[in-house]
């Protein structure tokens, strides 16, 4: 307390809770930003259920975590969060709750069970017509309630917590909401939404987590993992993974880098799995760095200020991996969909990252291929198996040479030395397939 005069000036809860539905939530993020606390909460299956009913349009995420206590729901709904986060929680702020419901709807109500052996259930409401009505930020009961008495009833079999969203004032237009155009916009949310679940939260459904696996649903269809780096690929390539120590003020932890080449167009299993991973933005934009906090991707796409996206590297993805330790190192942002890479560990990732790109340079070029057939080989012999392998041996030693320059900060130079061969001794840098 202050030693001389203070005052307490709270602010306008009706101004405030306007401002927080505009931090940048699409209805996808917004929906996952829920599933985080249900993850946190230690839930195995998350169930997504849009309902179209027009104006009384509404939307179920129901987990079978560990629930919460009446005063830990109060205490949830509060703006900013008075309970602390463990190392690995994927919460931050103590908002996400609040703003991530508000940016869709507004009326917003948890029901909740947290004890296994009796059946007792807790639910409240926090609706902005209450709260700009009165100008506080005012919890209520819901009392009796078709919604919630449905709520209550899919916690009979055990702990979990429902969020229950009504009034989809963001999601539904304000004339004709019960319209065709109103019913096709719920579908295609539905549709966003799982894809985007399935991307994000890859690692937990497919038990990659520490082991740990979540079943998440939409309209009662289980979500399909999207991962990446498509593991399920022969002729994917990996290259040796590297860890970092990251300090920022008072962060510091490890981040670690993995990198993939993924196959080209005829190299995967099939021309609908080659689709299928040219992810949401599509091959050129999809690649890059993939930022993940506590198994969670926060960040996809492009290369950090790093490098430009090409065309010739879009086979080209990595993960970055950081904890919850560096969320402040990593500027991670409150509806936890976008980070910034700290300027100490984009030049730690400089080197390794371009390696990457010379290797899924190549491979998009499939240099060893071209190179075969430039070698002077006799009409009607085909090339012989030492000559093969001699080529590919070349190649190979290219390939390293030319990682080994940029490895050693040398990328200058070695272009000079290529421009020189390339002038003087075309036939070499042609054998060393580096003359594309």
């Known amino acids: 307390m202050p030693a001389g005069s203070w005052f307490h000036v709270p602010p306008s809860a009706a101004r405030l809770t306007g401002s927080l539905r505009d931090i940048g939530y699409e209805f996808p993020t917004a929906v996952a930003d829920i599933v985080d606390n249900s993850i946190a909460a230690g839930a195995t299956h998350v169930d997504i259920s849009i309902?179209?009913?027009g104006a009384d349009s509404r939307v179920f995420i129901t987990d079978d975590g560990s629930g919460m206590t009446p005063n830990a729901l109060l205490e949830a709904l509060r703006l900013g969060s008075r309970r602390g986060y463990a190392d690995g929680d994927l919460g931050r702020y103590g908002l996400g709750l609040k703003t991530a419901s508000l940016?869709?709807?507004?009326?917003?109500?948890?029901i909740t069970r947290s004890t296994p052996n009796i059946f007792r259930t807790s639910a409240r409401s926090l609706d902005l017509d209450i709260v700009e009505e009165w100008d506080e930020w005012v919890i209520v009961d819901p009392g009796a309630d078709p919604d919630v008495s449905r709520a209550r009833n899919w916690l009979a079999e055990g702990t979990g917590t429902v969020v229950l969203w009504r009034s989809l004032d963001r999601v539904l237009p304000e004339r004709r909401p019960e319209g065709g155009w109103a019913k096709r916009r719920i579908?295609?949310?539905?549709?966003r939404t799982a894809e985007h679940l399935g991307m994000v939260f890859h690692r937990f459904i497919e038990g990659a987590a520490g082991g740990r696996q979540v079943v998440i649903s939409v309209n009662g269809q289980k979500v399909r993992a999207w991962n990446p780096f498509a593991p399920d690929e022969a002729v994917r390539q990996e290259l040796p993974a590297q860890r970092f120590e990251v300090t920022l003020g008072n962060?510091?932890?490890h981040v670690t880098l993995r990198r993939y080449i993924l196959p080209s167009r005829d190299g995967f299993s099939s021309p609908a799995e080659f689709e299928r991973h040219s992810g949401p933005l599509n091959w050129n934009r999809q690649q890059g760095l993939y930022v993940y906090r506590s198994d969670r991707l926060v960040q996809w796409g492009g290369w950090g200020g790093i490098?430009?996206?090409?065309e010739h590297t879009k086979l080209a993805r990595a993960s970055v991996d950081f904890g919850t330790?560096?969320?402040?190192?990593?500027?991670?942002?409150?509806?936890?969909m976008r980070v910034a890479i700290p300027a100490q560990l984009r030049q730690m990732?400089?080197?390794p990252i371009n390696e990457l790109c010379i290797y899924a340079n190549d491979a998009y070029r499939k240099t060893p291929r071209t190179t075969a057939t430039r070698r002077p080989v006799p009409a009607g012999l085909g090339t012989p198996p030492e000559v093969r392998a001699a080529t590919h041996a070349a190649a190979t030693a290219g390939l390293a040479l030319r990682a080994a320059a940029m490895q050693a900060g040398e990328w200058a130079a070695w272009q000079r030395i290529t421009t020189v061969l390339r002038e003087q001794s075309p036939d070499v840098l042609n054998t060393l397939g580096l003359d594309t």
Do not use: H
Request: net charge negative.
């Open 325 to 336: 330790g560096l969320d402040s190192a990593f500027n991670i942002n409150v509806a936890k």
């Open 51 to 53: 309902e179209f009913d």
């Open 103 to 110: 940016s869709q709807c507004r009326s917003l109500t948890v």
């Open 349 to 351: 990732l400089e080197a």
């Open 187 to 191: 579908e295609t949310l539905a549709n």
């Open 251 to 253: 962060a510091g932890g």
């Open 307 to 310: 490098r430009g996206i090409d």
